[in-house]
């Protein structure tokens, strides 16, 4: 019996340490949600969100980037669709993010040729735009959760990659920096609003946010909740 | 003591990895003289040219509104699992008589199923309308035909509810516990 509780202990503690810290982090949101002063930031102006919010984002702020209805206007925007020519937005969200995981791959390789830079410009200038095409809608837009995974998402994926051609060798020309500097001054006015508005928190960044949209999440305080009718 | 607890380790390891990462349902389903291999079953190859349809093709599950939130993926695997299906039991009614056949549509039927369950449960957070949706996506000639065709089956004993064991789909409990009893008509060799 004694040989039997030794075998099985180590196990034991392996599988419920593994428990307490995944089912910790997928079910903190809901948990931090019931006890009361250690709410999530939700569009509601709740002490921490106003702060910045907490760790975890509520569960329900974020929803499907693929589903988001913006994305029909912004990327038929985006790829200059006549009248009568339809594409199906999800579709085409799907391939923008296959392009971008090809890329942060080949980063993480430390492929930095010529195609490899002139890639990562020409997807930091598609989340840019499609970033900018949001923020470009009704603030309250995002209070949608898809809309607001598609904000996020999207203005991930920009900073990333634009910090990415940085360091790129052959550096890229003026011209790119430029547009991706253009795009970089925009949405930093963007979400210090949303920031303001409520309709983000850094709680939606995660922890692990690029360090531009972290410091903005920081620095600015909601002051009004646009989502709160 | 200690080789027998990575036995079991390994064993359960990889079921659930056969199970959960590899979608091979079908080797979980009852055993027994109705069912036979899933894998071997002959219809699933007889229904590849059945997969050849326009993407407009109306007889098949169509999003008929663009104000909705249902995935392109979603509709892909809705219009697929619908084309299959369609085949198994519509266009060859009579496939599901040999055991192998049954093997394979019985899990066939129960991942169409979850899979409405499941666009009908992220539906559910959208509202109402969304539901109306998905259920509308859900209705399209080939589905009722579909429906139809699982009356039939469960009416005429060809289907039965231990031939999907613990794993039955609640849209066909009622049908199976209605016809509880019935021997197979099925056509004898």
Known sequence: MSELLSLIRAPAIAFIGGFLVIGGWIYAPQLSGLLPGFSSGTSSTSPSASSGGSWFADANRLGRPETAPVLRSCIARMLDLGRGEKVEPGVVYSMLKAGSMQASISALAGKSNMWSGNQTVMLAASWGELASCIYAQDDRELCDADNRAAMVEATTKFFTFAKQTETSKPPISGRDAQVLSNFGDRLSNALRNHRRYGTLIAADYGSFAPPEIARIMREEKQTRDICKR | ?189
């Open chain 2, 1 to 189: 003591m200690r080789a027998a607890f990575i036995l079991g380790a390994i064993f359960v390891g990889a079921n659930l990895i056969n199970y959960s990462v590899l979608g091979n349902t079908g080797d979980y389903l009852p055993g027994g003289a109705r069912m036979g291999e899933w894998k071997a079953a002959r219809i699933r190859e007889a229904c590849y040219p059945a997969f050849v349809v326009s993407e407009r093709d109306a007889t098949l599950p169509l999003l008929t509104t663009n104000d909705h939130r249902v995935a392109w993926q979603d509709l892909k695997q809705a219009r697929t699992l619908t084309t299959a299906l369609h085949c198994y039991l519509v266009t060859h009614p009579n496939a599901i008589c040999e055991k192998n056949n049954r093997a394979y549509i019985v899990d066939y039927i129960n991942r169409y199923f979850s899979k409405f369950d499941e666009m009908v449960d992220i539906a559910k957070r959208y509202g109402e309308s969304e539901i109306t949706n998905v259920k509308n996506l859900w209705d399209s000639p080939r589905n009722r035909a579909i429906s139809a065709a699982l009356i039939q089956d469960a009416s005429s004993g060809r289907l039965i509810k231990a031939d999907f064991g613990w794993s039955t789909p609640a849209a066909m409990r009622p049908m199976l516990d209605q016809y509880k009893g019935k021997t197979d008509n099925c056509p004898r060799a």
